[in-house]
């Protein structure tokens, strides 16, 4: 097995059945500005609709397969990962956010106790409390939109039966929030469940004004905690070493 050249890489769990991708999906070679060693899970999100012990014990195979190849920290690519954020933080000694669920506690610190976080997930009827419950989140503030109406978001990532478009992505991504806004007016943050629709975050708050988390804020997040700013004096190898590789 060969070991990867940096000690400060992130590695991202993804499954190897997943809807067309573009750049900005964390699943997309090219997305990020630093390297990403990605850890292919063989099924698919439905194997996380219910979970079982077949798909945990995959997903901890491929993150401990992830550690051995050098990685220092990991991201799982899928929102329903969130069902086993506790066993593959235990399976590894890398720090590990399973999914962009995660991150849900956070956000709902970052806006105080009288604001609401929409979530936009890939189907309303397939994240249930179970994989919330494995976020740690309050789901009381929560409001939750799913795609499955969208019909561009239907055919590309549930039915994996066309390629992405961006505009009409965009297009679904907006609609959805638009709704889920129609529901409940004091949002003060977004979080994206599933992975196909981070490259639309930007789009989001340009549009809406309201913050966005999603698994790319995720790995980004990793990547920083193991690579911090350094603000040696120049001429160190810790200057160097980051002005090679940052």
């Given at each position: 097995?060969?070991?990867?050249?940096?000690?400060?890489?992130?590695?991202?769990?993804?499954?190897?059945?997943a809807?067309?991708?573009?750049?900005?999906?964390?699943?997309?070679?090219g997305?990020?500005?630093?390297?990403?060693?990605?850890?292919?899970?063989?099924?698919?999100?439905?194997?996380?609709?219910q979970?079982?012990?077949?798909?945990?014990?995959?997903?901890?195979?491929?993150?401990?397969?992830?550690?051995?190849?050098?990685v220092?920290?990991?991201?799982?690519?899928?929102?329903?990962?969130?069902?086993?954020?506790?066993?593959?933080?235990?399976?590894?000694?890398?720090?590990?956010?399973?999914?962009?669920?995660?991150?849900?506690?956070?956000?709902?610190?970052?806006?105080?106790?009288?604001?609401?976080?929409?979530?936009?997930?890939?189907h309303?009827?397939?994240?249930n409390?179970?994989?919330?419950?494995?976020?740690?989140?309050?789901?009381?503030?929560?409001?939750?939109?799913?795609?499955?109406?969208?019909?561009?978001?239907?055919?590309?990532?549930i039915?994996?039966?066309?390629?992405?478009?961006?505009?009409?992505?965009?297009?679904?991504?907006?609609?959805?929030?638009?709704?889920?806004?129609?529901?409940?007016?004091?949002?003060?943050?977004?979080?994206?469940?599933?992975?196909?629709?981070?490259?639309?975050?930007?789009?989001?708050?340009?549009?809406?004004?309201?913050?966005?988390?999603?698994?790319?804020?995720?790995?980004?997040?990793?990547?920083?905690?193991?690579?911090?700013?350094?603000?040696?004096?120049?001429?160190?190898?810790?200057?160097?070493?980051?002005?090679?590789?940052?």
């Open positions: 097995m060969q070991k990867l050249r940096s000690d400060r890489v992130i590695g991202v769990l993804l499954f190897d059945s809807g067309d991708r573009i750049v900005g999906d964390p699943g997309m070679p997305t990020f500005p630093f390297p990403v060693c990605y850890g292919v899970v063989p099924g698919s999100y439905r194997d996380l609709i979970g079982s012990r077949g798909a945990c014990d995959r997903l901890c195979a491929a993150a401990r397969e992830l550690e051995a190849r050098g220092s920290a990991i991201a799982g690519d899928c929102g329903l990962m969130a069902l086993y954020q506790k066993q593959l933080a235990k399976s590894v000694r890398v720090p590990v956010i399973a999914s962009s669920l995660v991150l849900l506690p956070l956000a709902e610190r970052l806006v105080g106790e009288h604001r609401k976080i929409g979530v936009l997930t890939g309303s009827a397939l994240l409390e179970r994989h919330l419950a494995g976020a740690g989140v309050d789901i009381s503030r929560l409001v939750i939109q799913g795609m499955e109406d969208e019909p561009h978001f239907s055919q590309v990532v039915e994996g039966k066309a390629r992405q478009s961006y505009l009409l992505m965009r297009r679904d991504v907006l609609r959805a929030a638009d709704k889920l806004l129609s529901r409940e007016e004091n949002i003060g943050a977004i979080l994206l469940e599933c992975s196909n629709l981070a490259a639309y975050g930007a789009e989001l708050t340009r549009t809406l004004g309201i913050p966005v988390l999603d698994c790319g804020l995720a790995v980004r997040l990793l990547f920083r905690m193991v690579n911090p700013a350094c603000y040696c004096p120049e001429g160190t190898p810790g200057r160097a070493y980051e002005a090679e590789n940052l």
